[in-house]
């Protein structure tokens, strides 16, 4: 079992950058496909980006691509992501997700039923 804690969001304006912060418990960090989702009022929680266990593949949604990187660091087991050129279309509230089923070392996994532990969220507020 793996617990989530998810940090760096906040209020920019438009053009601007956030990193947010998804620190996992546990020994077995690198064992689970990891992805971010978000999700706006009224609306679906939606794919954001994902990384393989071994960080060697990753995907993004259309809508963020060019603009957002994933990343992890196996020593401090926590998953990054990097937002830059932030759009008032890109607020809404953020979550880490980890993803414990075998699917291989370079699959990454791209809906959220994929995934069955959860942070708490980190709100993402970009003013125009």
């Known amino acids: 079992q793996v617990q989530l804690v998810d940090s760096g969001g906040g209020l920019v304006q438009a053009g601007g950058s956030l990193r947010l912060s998804c620190a996992a418990s546990?020994?077995?960090?690198?064992?689970?496909?990891m992805g971010w989702f978000r999700q706006a009022p009224g609306k679906e929680r939606d794919f954001v980006a994902a990384?393989?266990?071994?960080?060697?593949?990753?995907n993004y949604a259309d809508s963020v691509r060019g603009r957002v990187t994933i990343s992890r660091d196996g020593v401090k087991n926590t998953v990054y992501l990097q937002m830059d050129s932030l759009e008032p279309k890109d607020t809404a509230v953020y979550y880490c997700a980890a993803a414990s089923k075998w699917t291989g070392y370079n699959r990454v996994l791209v809906t959220p039923l994929e995934y069955d532990y959860w942070g708490q969220g980190t709100q993402v507020t970009v003013s125009s």
């Open positions: 546990g020994r077995t960090f690198s064992t689970y496909a």
């Open positions: 990384i393989s266990r071994g960080g060697g593949s990753t």
